[in-house]
């Protein structure tokens, strides 16, 4: 059974850094394709960063330079930290890890920026 376990939001203000934990178990995080999306309010859910098995790496235009996802597979954890918040990066955020056709959500995380 895979789970994936969510931690690191909060609230923080404007220009403050976070990082986002997804620990992962029944999935090798190592072999998979690593996602972390970000819903706001009233606004579609939408990818802002991911790493392939290979590691190589891809990000929305609006986190460009300041998130960075990564991932350490010795403790079987997705990454994502995120330097210089915006009050426009409040959302829940959420990791996703995909492993030949199956994808797997976690619970989602809160992160709230203050201006």
């Known amino acids: 059974q895979v789970q994936l376990v969510e931690s690191g939001g909060g609230l923080v203000q404007a220009g403050d850094s976070l990082r986002l934990s997804c620990a992962a178990s029944?999935?090798?995080?190592?072999?998979?394709?690593l996602i972390w999306h970000r819903q706001a309010p009233g606004k579609q859910r939408e990818l802002i960063a991911s790493?392939?098995?290979?590691?190589?790496?891809n990000y929305l235009d609006s986190v460009k330079g300041r998130f960075t996802i990564s991932r350490d597979s010795a403790k079987n954890t997705v990454y994502l930290q995120m330097n210089g918040l915006k009050p426009e990066d409040t959302a829940t955020y959420y990791c996703n890890v995909r492993y030949l056709a199956l994808s797997h959500w976690g619970q989602g995380t809160q992160v709230t920026v203050s201006s």
């Open positions: 029944g999935i090798a995080v190592s072999l998979s394709v």
């Open positions: 790493m392939s098995s290979g590691g190589a790496t």
